[in-house]
């Protein structure tokens, strides 16, 4: 396909988060789509790496490092990034942050760092993203990562899935708000996906009760919502707005949790909840 005839030919994308994972899949679906990609990450050498990766393909990418929380590194990459490309079509706000743990052993910051993270960082990146492109003029579109979890609760990761649920409402408002400037706000909502933060509980009976609970059998990739990430990041979703997308395979459809404790035997002899074979993984809440 001639670069012209791409569906985001000459557009200027942002991915936060695209080190790994989602966002590493996302910016390298986008440049296939013919954007320029912009990558950001907390792991500044890890968006070098991806936008390297890009550019060895025939696409377009740079990479840089910046922390969502801190605002002075928020204002200047979206001031390197309009200095440099000129405009900003798209964001995808992906970076986010989690740890798996029991609700009763959870540190408070570690709450307080999902927050920051997931709901603050994503805030101020779409803000930002928001103030460029009504400024602009030329519309846009900034497609956040949420996720499943943002609908239905998953045992051990009860943080996560409330920033989540901000996140979705917060993408709502933005929906209605930004409207007149003709910028669009989405969400997807990945179900359990292969990334490095959901790897290390995805091993043995947890690994295969997902694949075994899961409608279509297996588990998600990160391929699967840069997908989905890239229609709304189109003109093929022009009339979609506010919209939350799910990408779990059906999973959600009817809750089956991540863990499988049964319940219904919780008073025979020698039950052990399916949770405390989880301790908390603290693993630094920077």
Request: proline share 3%; net charge negative; hydrophobic share 40%.
């Amino acid at each position: 396909m001639d670069s012209s005839t791409k569906p985001l030919a000459d557009r200027v994308a942002l991915v936060t988060g695209g080190a790994s994972g989602i966002g590493a899949a996302a910016a390298r679906r986008l440049a296939t789509d013919g954007a320029h990609v912009v990558i950001a990450d907390l792991d500044g050498a890890g968006a070098l790496t991806t936008a390297k990766e890009i550019a060895e393909a025939g696409g377009a990418a740079w990479g840089f490092e910046c922390d969502q929380t801190k605002p002075d590194q928020v204002d200047a990459l979206f001031d390197r990034l309009v200095e440099e490309h000129g405009r900003l079509d798209i964001c995808v706000a992906n970076a986010g942050w989690g740890r798996f743990g029991t609700f009763l052993e959870m540190p408070r910051r570690v709450w307080e760092r999902t927050f920051e993270v997931n709901v603050t960082g994503t805030f101020a990146v779409c803000q930002e993203a928001a103030r460029r492109m009504a400024t602009a003029g030329n519309g846009g579109s900034i497609v956040v990562t949420s996720s499943s979890g943002a609908i239905e609760p998953v045992a051990l990761f009860s943080a996560y899935c409330s920033a989540k649920a901000a996140l979705n409402m917060m993408v709502k408002i933005m929906a209605y708000e930004l409207g007149q400037y003709d910028i669009r706000a989405n969400a997807v909502m990945p179900g359990v996906t292969e990334t490095s933060m959901t790897n290390s509980l995805l091993d043995g009976d947890s690994r295969g009760y997902n694949e075994a609970e899961s409608p279509l059998g297996r588990l998600g990739r990160p391929e699967d919502v840069a997908d989905a990430i890239a229609y709304l990041a189109s003109a093929d979703s022009a009339y979609v707005n506010g919209a939350a997308l799910l990408v779990d395979g059906g999973g959600s459809a009817y809750s089956p949790g991540w863990f499988g404790t049964d319940f219904r035997v919780r008073n025979s002899s020698g039950w052990t909840p399916r949770h405390q074979q989880f301790r908390f993984q603290d693993n630094g809440a920077r």
